[in-house]
C-alpha cells in the first residue's frame, strides 16, 4: 500500500470540483451540466477560500454564462406562472384550410 502525504493538497478546490462534475453527470444525463456545474462551484470553492485573485477573467466569465444558463430554467417557470398558462392562438399559417366536406 502507499502512503498518503498528510500535507492538505494545494490545489483541493479543483480536485472537489472535478469530483463534483463527475458525480453530477450520471444523475442529470449530461455532460454539459456537469461541466457546468464544475466550473461554478470551482469558483464558489475559490471565492470561499479567499482566493478570488487566482480566478482568470475567463472562468468569470464562463461561471456567469453558466450562471445564466442555470437560472433559466426557474425563470420561465416563474414567469409562466405569473402569466397564467400558455394559450395557442392560431395564426393564418396555422389555420387549417377550409375543406368541402
Do not use: K
Not at 16 to 25: P, R
Amino acid at each position: 500500500m502507499t502512503q498518503q502525504s498528510l500535507q492538505p493538497n494545494a490545489d483541493a478546490s479543483a480536485d472537489d470540483a472535478a469530483a463534483e462534475s463527475v458525480v453530477i453527470m450520471p444523475f442529470t444525463y449530461s455532460i454539459t451540466v456537469g461541466v457546468a456545474a464544475g466550473v461554478v462551484s470551482y469558483v464558489a470553492i475559490m471565492l470561499a477560500q479567499g482566493r478570488a485573485r487566482e480566478i482568470g477573467a475567463f472562468m468569470w466569465g464562463l461561471t456567469a454564462v453558466f450562471a445564466v444558463f442555470f437560472a433559466l430554467d426557474p425563470i420561465r417557470e416563474l414567469a409562466g406562472r405569473a402569466l397564467g398558462p400558455a394559450r395557442f392562438v392560431p395564426t393564418a399559417e396555422y389555420r387549417p384550410r377550409n375543406r368541402n366536406l
